[in-house]
C-alpha cells in the first residue's frame, strides 16, 4: 500500500542505518543522521530496527495514509498530529486509512524520524534504502521527497492486532499509547547543549591556548551547515604546526579544522576522506544532540575518555535489549 | 605502522608516515594490510577503507565488546587483533599484481576548458600536455571526495598545476581534471576545483553495481587519447 506525500516540508527523505560497507569506493554512509532514534522508532511500530523511515528535517511534513498502519516518531521537539490529536515522541499510534500525519516547525532541534509500521518500501541499492543525496541514488528515485510523491510501504502482519496490543483502548485521540520509551531516546534535543569528545589524533597539532578552548568556550552553529557537516563559529582553533597532512578516512562525528581554524563537526553524509586536521570526534552516544543542531544554536564539547564512550555505547545497547525484551512481551 | 582511534567507532591504521617519497612501495604495503584486514575477517569490523598511507577500519564496538567478552578496553582487544594479521610478509612474497585499467579521454576544447591554463602553467603546448598525460603510467591511490573519485598518483611533475582559485560549481561526469601534483576524473555532476582537460565517456560510478566504482584503490591506469567520434560511439 502507499502514503501521499502532501507536503513534504523542508527537507523530508527516506532514511535507514546507513549504506555501510562501500566506504572503500568513496561511498557515504547516508542513513538516519541519529540511526539510534531510528531504532528506537522501528522497534515501537513492531518493525524490525533496520526497516527504513522518513527523517524530517525543521517539521512541514505532511502525509496521507491510504490504509491502517502504526507510527511512531523520535526527535527534536515538532508538534506532530494526527487527525486533531496530538503524537507525542516516543509513543505509538494508530492511524487509519485517509488519516493525515502532520508534522508542525521544529521548537528545538530540527531532525525527526519516523518509523511506520512495514516500513518504506524502497528499492534496496548498495544494500541500503537510504537516500544518498549527494550522489542521488538509493532512497525515494535518490533524491529528497517532493509535494504529491507517493511513497509505498511494506507489508506487515500485524493488521490491527499489534495495533490492539500497544495502542490503548482505541478512541480518537486514545489510539495512541500511554506508554513510551525512555524520554533522552526519543528526544534527544536541548537547548544549548554539550558535546562530549575523545581527542582526535591530531589534537596534538594544535596550539596550547587552543586546547584549552575547546572544551571551555561556546561555539555557534552556523547557517550552511547541512546532513554533511555542522560548521561552527567561535573561537578560531589555531596549529601548532604547519605540516600538510595527508588525506585519510574521517567519519560522522570526527571534529576537522579548516585553514579558517572553524571547526566542522561531520555527519552521516560526509566524504569518506579528508585532509583536514581531525581534533576531536563527538561520541557515538551523542551523535543524537548533533545531528539536531541548527543554526544560531550555541554548543559546548567537553572532554571524556575513550573507555567513558564506549561504556556510554554499551550501556545504551543493553538498555535497548531491555527494552526490546519490554516490547515483545506486548506484542500479541 | 601505527594503529590509533579515530574517534569511538574505528581505528586507523597507517602503515607509513610519508607518501611522496615512495609512492609504489606505499602503496602496495596499504593494499596488502587492507588485504590482510579483509581475509582476517576480525569480528565487529563493519567495513575498511584504504587511503593514502593509511587503511580505516570501521567497528560497532557493541559487536566488538561481544566477541571479546570485555566490556572495557575494547580497541586494546581490536588492536592486537589487527596487528597480528597484518605481520609484514616476508621480503620477496608473492604480491598479487594490480589490475590495469584503460581510460579513453577526448581531450577536444569543449571538453577542456582549463588545457590552455596547464599548457601557460607548464610552458609547453596543449599538444604536448596531452601528449604528456596519456603516455604517463598512474595509480590510484584511494578512491574518495564523490562515490567512485579516483585520486590518482603518477602525474608528470611537469603538468602539476595549483587548483583553480574558483572552484567551478558544477562539473559534469566523466570530466578529467588535474589538481595540483593529482590527476582525477569526477564521476558525478559535482562541484570542484581541478582543471579540467578532458571528459572519458566511461561511466566511473554505477550504484546499480557491485562493486559500484569503475576503479579500485591499487589499480594502474592508462589515459588513450581519443577523437570526438569515439567518445560518441563509447557513450552509447
Redesign the interface.
Known amino acids: 500500500m502507499t502514503a501521499i506525500i502532501q507536503r513534504a516540508g523542508f527537507l523530508t527523505s527516506v532514511q535507514d542505518l546507513a549504506r555501510?560497507?562501500?566506504?572503500?569506493?568513496?561511498?557515504?554512509l547516508s542513513g538516519a543522521l541519529y540511526p539510534f532514534a531510528m531504532r528506537v522508532a522501528n522497534l515501537l511500530v513492531g518493525n524490525h530496527e533496520s526497516e527504513a523511515g522518513l527523517e524530517i528535517t525543521l517539521g512541514g511534513l505532511q502525509l496521507h495514509f491510504q490504509d491502517e498502519r502504526i507510527v511512531a516518531w523520535c526527535g527534536g521537539e515538532f508538534d506532530v498530529l494526527i487527525g486533531a490529536a496530538p503524537l507525542p515522541a516516543g509513543h505509538t499510534a494508530l492511524v487509519r486509512s485517509g488519516e493525515e500525519l502532520k508534522f508542525g516547525r521544529a521548537q528545538i532541534g530540527c531532525r525527526a524520524w519516523l518509523a511506520v509500521s512495514g516500513g518504506v518500501d524502497v528499492p534496496i541499492?548498495?544494500g541500503s534504502r537510504s537516500t544518498?543525496l549527494?550522489?542521488?541514488?538509493?532512497g525515494f528515485d535518490g533524491r529528497a521527497l517532493r509535494d504529491g510523491d507517493v511513497i509505498s510501504l511494506g507489508e506487515w502482519p500485524g493488521s490491527s492486532a499489534f495495533a490492539k496490543a500497544t495502542a490503548d483502548k482505541p478512541t480518537t485521540a486514545k489510539v495512541i499509547s500511554s506508554w513510551t520509551a525512555p524520554h533522552d531516546w526519543v528526544s534527544p534535543a536541548k537547548p544549548n547543549p554539550i558535546l562530549r569528545f575523545?581527542r582526535?589524533?591530531d589534537w596534538t597539532r594544535f596550539d596550547a591556548a587552543t586546547l584549552q578552548r575547546l572544551p571551555s568556550e561556546p561555539f555557534t552553529v552556523s547557517p550552511d551547515s547541512d546532513r554533511m557537516g555542522v560548521r561552527l563559529t567561535g573561537p578560531e582553533l589555531a596549529r601548532a604546526d604547519n605540516v600538510d597532512l595527508?588525506?585519510?578516512?574521517?567519519?560522522p562525528?570526527?571534529v576537522q579544522v579548516p585553514p579558517s581554524g572553524q571547526p566542522i563537526l561531520l555527519l552521516g553524509d560526509c566524504?569518506?576522506?579528508g585532509g583536514y586536521p581531525?581534533i576531536a570526534?563527538?561520541?557515538?552516544v551523542d551523535l543524537g544532540i548533533a545531528a539536531q543542531l541548527r543554526a544560531g544554536d550555541r554548543v559546548r564539547f567537553s572532554e571524556v575518555s575513550?573507555?567513558d564512550?564506549?561504556?556510554l555505547?554499551?550501556q545504551r545497547?543493553r538498555a535497548l535489549e531491555r527494552f526490546r525484551i519490554g516490547l515483545s512481551l506486548r506484542s500479541p | 605502522m601505527e594503529i590509533v582511534p579515530l574517534g569511538d567507532s574505528a581505528l586507523i591504521v597507517r602503515v607509513r608516515e610519508q607518501f611522496e617519497d615512495a609512492p609504489e612501495e606505499t602503496q602496495d604495503q596499504v593494499l596488502q594490510t587492507f588485504r590482510q584486514l579483509r581475509s582476517a575477517a576480525i569480528p565487529g569490523v563493519i567495513e575498511l577503507a584504504p587511503a593514502y598511507t593509511s587503511v580505516a577500519v570501521f567497528c560497532d564496538p557493541v559487536d566488538v565488546a561481544k566477541a571479546s567478552g570485555t566490556a572495557s578496553d575494547i580497541f586494546d582487544w581490536l588492536a592486537t587483533r589487527i596487528g597480528a594479521a597484518t605481520v609484514p610478509k616476508r621480503r620477496g612474497s608473492r604480491r598479487s599484481a594490480p589490475r590495469t585499467v584503460e581510460i579513453p579521454v577526448c581531450y577536444d576544447p569543449e571538453f577542456a576548458p582549463d588545457l590552455e591554463e596547464v599548457a601557460r602553467h607548464a610552458q609547453i603546448s596543449t599538444e604536448q600536455v596531452v601528449e604528456l598525460h596519456s603516455a604517463a603510467g598512474y595509480r590510484v591511490a584511494c578512491i574518495g571526495f564523490v562515490p567512485g573519485f579516483p585520486f590518482m598518483a603518477g602525474l608528470p611533475k611537469k603538468l602539476a598545476t595549483p587548483r583553480r582559485s574558483n572552484p567551478r560549481k558544477e562539473i559534469p561526469p566523466g570530466a578529467v581534471g588535474i589538481g595540483g601534483a593529482q590527476t582525477g576524473i569526477y564521476p558525478l555532476r559535482s562541484p570542484g576545483g581541478w582543471n579540467l582537460i578532458g571528459r572519458t565517456p566511461l561511466r566511473l560510478f554505477d550504484p546499480s553495481k557491485n562493486p559500484p566504482a569503475l576503479l579500485h584503490a591499487g589499480d594502474r591506469v592508462g589515459f588513450r587519447a581519443i577523437k570526438r567520434e569515439e567518445f560518441e560511439s563509447l557513450k552509447q
Open positions: 555501510t560497507s562501500f566506504r572503500e569506493f568513496g561511498v557515504s541499492v548498495l544518498d549527494r550522489a542521488n541514488f538509493g575523545v582526535g589524533m595527508i588525506s585519510e578516512a574521517v567519519a562525528g570526527t566524504q569518506t576522506i581531525k570526534h563527538v561520541i557515538t575513550l573507555g564512550a564506549h561504556r555505547l554499551l545497547e
